[in-house]
């Protein structure tokens, strides 16, 4: 059974980094695509970037200047950085698993919630 789960600080100070990290069991990060989305408290859910084969990183326009995602094969994980962050960065993230990266994602963590405040 793949498992996966998110951690990190639940709280981060505007302009400073968020940082997460997705520990990935029962399946390794590359031999599928693995992904960062983050849904906005009353929004909907919002591709952040993927990491394909654990090598390979693609991101949404809209962030693409902010963020880096990065894996570990040794360790099966995979990183999320975003810089610069503000209040409208607060929201739960994810980190979630598209077996092909085309057939929408099959196995979510549970979310962790990052609030950026001071």
Request: hydrophobic share 25%.
């Amino acid at each position: 059974q793949v498992q996966v789960q998110e951690s990190g600080p639940g709280l981060v100070k505007p302009s400073q980094t968020l940082s997460l990290t997705c520990t990935v069991s029962g399946d390794s990060i590359t031999t599928d695509y693995w992904s960062w989305i983050r849904q906005p408290p009353g929004k909907g859910l919002e591709w952040m970037g993927t990491i394909a084969y654990g090598d390979t990183m693609y991101y949404s326009p809209t962030l693409k200047s902010r963020t880096s995602i990065s894996g570990d094969s040794s360790k099966n994980q995979f990183t999320l950085q975003l810089s610069s962050v503000t209040p409208e960065d607060t929201a739960v993230y994810y980190c979630a698993r598209d077996p092909h990266g085309w057939e929408g994602h099959d196995y979510w963590g549970q979310g962790t919630q990052v609030t950026v405040s001071s």
